[in-house]
C-alpha cells in the first residue's frame, strides 16, 4: 500500500489518541499565550516606519533630541455676535487661576487673541510623559468645565492633541466593544444554520478563538525579530477568525457527509483529513504566500501585519489537522448534537450527501448550457465595477474625517476657524554643522516672512514664527501652517511649492545642510507613492508563488492559471465598488460617513493580500470536489455541476461568516474602518457568488479536458493503491442541471 499523506496519519493518530491530541493543543496554545506575555511586546519606532522624505523629516526631528510636552488650548468664544475683549480676558484670567491648580498642568501661558478678534485663546503646557497624556487630562476638562458654567455668556472650550486622542479613544473603544459583541453572535448564529446543530457550529469558533490566542502570543515573541505596530492584534484577530472558520468548516462538513454513507467515525475522518485536510493545507499556504507578500513592501506596519497574519494562519492550519479530528473522533455523532429542528432538516446530509438548495443549480445553468455567453456577460459585469478603479486615489484620513459628534472636534473646527496655524502644518527639518546654526536660522525665518504673505499659507499667530534650536545647534525646526485642509489640494499645492522652491532655495549655499519637509500632508502624499510603488512587486510576487502552489497542487497550468485570473478579477471588483462608494458621494447618507474623495493609503495593498489569499479558500475546495469527480471518471461537465452544487452550502456558509463579520466593521465611526470592511465585504460575496458560482463553472465547462493539462513532469503519477477505504463515485447531476451533451 502507498504511503498515506501526511493529513491523513496526523488525522489518524488524532483520532486513535484524542485525548492526547486535545491536551497537547492547550498546552500549545497556553504556552505560546504565556509565553508571548512574558517576552512582552517590541513595537516598532519612528525610525522603523520612516517612509520617504516625511520619514527623512521624521528622524532629523528625533535626531535633535526635543522635549515636546503635550499642550492644550482653553477656547473662548461669543456664543453669537462680537467677542467682547473684556470678558473674554476676564474668563482667561479666571480659567488660568483655576488651571495652575490642577496636577499634571506644568504652564498656563498668556492669552492670543486672534487675528480677527473673533476668538481668545489660552496655552496649557503638561506635565508627564506626553505619550499618556491622553490619560491624564480628565481633570483638566474638568476644570474647563467648571469654567464655562461660571461664565454661561460666552462659549469656553478645551481642545488639543491629548482632548481630541481622548474622545477618539472613547469613541473607538465603544465601537470596538460593539463589535466584539456584535462578532461572535452573528458568527454562532450563521454556523447555526449552516449546520442545525450547536455543538458542530461551536467547534469551528473553538478552534479560531484558540488559534487567535495562540497566535497572539507567537506574535509577541516575534515581534524581537520584527517590531509590531498597534494594529498587528487586531488583524490576527481579523484573519484568525476568517480562517480558523472557514478550515473548520470544510473539515467539520465533510466529516458529517461521510458518516452520513454510513463510514465509521475513523474512516470519515481519514477521508475528510485527505480531501479537505489536503484543501485546507493548499489554501493556508496560499493565504500564508500572499501575506508574505507584504514583507516586500518595505515597511514596518506592513512587516508586521504580514508576521501577524502568516502565524495565526498557521496555527489555525495545524489545528485543523490535529485538534479538530481529535475533536470530531471523540464527539462522534454527539458533534450533531443538540439539532435545531427546523434547521437540522434543511442541512443534514441525506443519503451520504448534504441537502442541496434549489437556489444554486439555478445559477448555475447558464454557465454549463451556455458557457461563451455566461462567461462574456459575467466578466463583462464585472470589469464594468472595476473600471472605476483607474481612477482610484490614495490619501490618508484627516482631521476632517474624525466624527463630529464629539465636543472636542466642535471645538476643534471653532480653533482652526479662528487661528488656521494651529491646523494643518507642514514641518521643515533641518540639519547642519553647529558652526551653521545662526545661517539656518537666518534662513529659517526669512522662509518664514516669505510664507506669510503666500496665501497658500497661513502666518504664525503672536510674535511670528518659533524656531526650535537642538541643545546642540545641528537640528532646527520650523513648522509652516496652512490654512487648508490636510487631503485638500491646496494643503497639496502648499507641501509641492515647499519642497521643490522655498525650502531649496532659503537654504542653499549652507555647507553641509540636510533638509526635509515633512508633517501630515507630507506623510499622505509619500505613503501613497510608496504604496503605488510596491503594489506591483508585491503582487508579482504573490501571483508568481501562487500559481506555483496551484499547478503543483491540482498538476494542472490552466487550472493555475485560472485562479489567477479570477482571482485578479474579483480584487478588481472590490477596487472598483469602493471607489464608487467611497470616492463618490451618493452612499454618504446610506452608510453614515463623509466622502474623503480618496481610498485611504494603506487599504489598496492591504485588501489585495488578504482577497487573494482568503480567495484561494473557496477556490481550493471547489476545485477539489471538481477534481475529485473528475477522477473517479465523471465527465467534465458533470464534474463541475457536482463540484460546484457539492460544495456550494459550505461555500456560502463560510461567505456569509465573512461577511457578516467584516460587514460589522462598516458601521464602526472611522472612515478607515468603514472602507476595510465594506471592501473585504463586498469582495467575499462577489468572489464566493459571481466567480465561484458563474465565472469558474462558465470557464471550467468551457475548456472541458483542457483544464487539466500540464507538461509532462508535472502529470500526475497513476497511484498504487488507494490511499483511504474506497468510496463509492459522486452521484451524477441531474439532466435539468447539466443539459443534453
Keep these: 500500500m502507498g504511503r498515506r499523506p501526511v493529513t491523513v496519519r496526523l488525522a489518524r493518530w488524532s483520532a486513535e489518541h484524542p485525548w492526547r491530541a486535545i491536551a497537547l493543543w492547550v498546552v500549545f496554545v497556553a504556552v505560546c499565550f504565556v509565553g508571548g506575555n512574558a517576552a512582552g511586546l517590541n513595537e516598532a519606532t519612528d525610525a522603523d516606519q520612516a517612509i520617504g522624505e516625511f520619514g527623512r523629516a521624521e528622524l532629523i526631528v528625533d535626531g535633535g533630541g526635543f522635549h515636546d510636552p503635550a499642550t492644550e488650548n482653553v477656547l473662548i468664544t461669543a456664543r453669537s455676535g462680537a467677542l467682547d475683549p473684556a470678558a473674554a480676558n476676564a474668563v482667561a484670567q479666571d480659567a488660568a487661576g483655576r488651571l495652575r491648580q490642577v496636577e499634571g498642568v506644568a504652564s498656563v501661558g498668556t492669552p492670543v487673541s486672534s487675528r480677527d478678534g473673533t476668538a481668545l485663546l489660552l496655552p496649557i503646557t503638561m506635565s508627564g510623559d506626553p505619550e499618556t497624556a491622553a490619560d491624564r487630562v480628565q481633570p483638566l476638562r474638568d476644570t474647563t468645565a467648571r469654567v464655562q458654567e461660571a461664565h454661561p455668556d460666552l462659549r469656553v472650550e478645551q ?20 463589535a466584539e459583541l456584535l462578532s461572535l453572535p452573528v458568527t454562532l448564529a450563521i454556523l447555526i444554520i449552516a449546520f442545525g446543530a450547536l455543538i458542530a457550529a461551536g467547534v469551528p469558533v473553538l478552534l479560531a478563538l484558540s488559534s487567535v490566542a495562540a497566535a497572539m502570543g507567537l506574535s509577541t515573541l516575534a515581534s524581537h525579530l520584527v517590531p509590531a505596530t498597534d494594529t498587528t492584534a487586531s488583524v490576527i484577530l481579523l484573519i484568525g477568525m476568517a480562517v480558523g472558520v472557514d478550515y473548520s468548516l470544510f473539515y467539520v462538513r465533510r466529516e458529517r457527509e461521510e458518516r452520513a454513507k454510513g463510514r465509521s467515525g475513523l474512516d470519515a475522518v481519514e477521508i475528510a483529513a485527505e480531501t479537505s485536510g489536503h484543501a485546507v493545507v493548499v489554501s493556508g499556504t496560499a493565504v500564508i504566500i500572499s501575506m508574505a507578500g507584504l514583507l516586500l513592501a518595505q515597511d514596518a506596519i506592513f512587516s ?35 439539532r435545531v429542528p427546523l434547521l437540522w432538516r434543511l442541512t443534514a446530509p441525506r443519503g451520504g450527501q448534504p441537502a442541496r438548495p434549489r437556489f444554486w443549480p439555478a445559477v448555475l445553468r447558464p454557465a454549463l448550457r451556455a458557457p461563451v455567453a455566461t462567461l462574456l456577460v459575467s466578466v463583462g459585469l464585472l470589469l464594468a465595477l472595476a473600471a472605476p478603479a483607474l481612477g482610484m486615489k490614495l490619501k490618508f484620513p484627516g482631521a476632517e474625517d474624525v466624527p463630529r459628534s464629539t465636543p472636542a472636534m466642535q471645538a476643534y473646527d471653532r480653533l482652526t476657524a479662528a487661528f488656521p496655524s494651529n ?28 510664507t506669510a504673505t503666500d496665501p497658500l499659507f497661513a502666518p504664525a499667530e503672536g510674535d511670528g514664527p518659533e524656531i526650535r534650536v537642538s541643545a546642540d545647534q545641528r537640528v532646527s525646526v520650523l513648522e509652516v501652517a496652512t490654512p487648508y485642509a490636510s487631503r485638500s489640494d491646496g494643503a497639496s499645492r502648499s507641501l509641492h511649492e515647499l519642497r521643490g522652491d522655498l525650502v531649496p532655495a532659503a537654504l542653499d549655499g549652507i555647507p553641509g545642510v540636510e533638509y526635509a519637509v515633512g508633517g501630515g500632508v507630507a506623510a499622505s502624499e509619500d505613503y501613497a507613492d510608496h504604496i503605488w510603488a510596491k503594489l506591483p512587486v508585491v503582487a508579482a510576487f504573490v501571483l508568481a508563488l501562487t500559481f506555483l502552489v496551484m499547478a503543483w497542487t491540482f498538476r494542472s497550468v490552466v487550472v493555475a492559471l485560472t485562479a489567477i485570473l479570477l482571482n485578479l478579477l474579483s480584487a478588481g471588483a472590490a477596487y472598483g465598488l469602493l471607489v464608487l462608494v467611497f470616492q463618490s458621494h451618493w452612499a454618504e447618507g446610506l452608510l453614515g460617513f463623509t466622502s474623503m474623495d480618496a481610498i485611504v493609503t494603506w487599504l489598496p495593498l492591504f485588501l489585495f493580500v488578504v482577497l487573494f489569499g482568503l480567495s484561494m479558500d473557496y477556490h481550493v475546495f471547489v476545485v477539489s470536489r471538481i477534481r475529485e469527480a473528475v477522477d473517479r471518471g465523471m465527465p467534465n461537465r458533470d464534474a463541475v455541476a457536482y463540484g ?54 462558465s470557464v471550467m465547462t468551457l475548456l472541458g479536458d483542457a483544464n487539466w493539462w500540464a507538461p509532462r ?16 463515485p459522486p452521484p451524477a447531476p441531474s439532466p435539468e442541471l447539466v443539459g443534453t451533451r
Excluded at 713 to 728: G, I, Q, S
Design 644 to 697: 460546484i452544487t457539492s460544495s456550494a452550502g459550505v461555500v456560502t456558509s463560510a461567505a456569509i461568516v465573512m461577511v457578516g463579520v467584516f460587514s460589522i466593521f462598516a458601521t464602526l465611526s472611522m472612515i478607515d474602518f468603514k472602507q476595510l470592511g465594506i471592501g473585504l465585504a463586498a469582495a467575499i460575496l462577489l468572489d464566493a457568488t459571481i466567480i465561484r458560482a458563474v465565472v469558474l463553472p
Design 159 to 178: 481642545v488639543g492633541g491629548p482632548s481630541i486622542d481622548n474622545a477618539l479613544d472613547d469613541t473607538l473603544g465603544k465601537d470596538f466593544k460593539r
Design 304 to 338: 508586521s501585519l504580514a508576521v501577524g497574519s502568516i502565524l495565526v494562519v498557521a496555527v489555525a492550519v495545524i489545528g485543523s489537522l490535529t485538534v479538530l479530528p481529535a475533536l470530531l473522533a471523540k464527539l462522534g455523532r454527539w458533534v450533531d448534537r443538540p
Design 423 to 450: 491646523g494643518t502644518s507642514h514641518t521643515v527639518a533641518v540639519r547642519a554643522p553647529a558652526d551653521q546654526a545662526d545661517r539656518v536660522r537666518a534662513a529659517l525665518t526669512s522662509l518664514a516672512g516669505r
Design 713 to 728: 513532469f508535472l502529470r500526475r503519477r497513476p497511484a498504487t493503491a488507494p490511499a483511504t477505504p474506497p468510496v463509492e
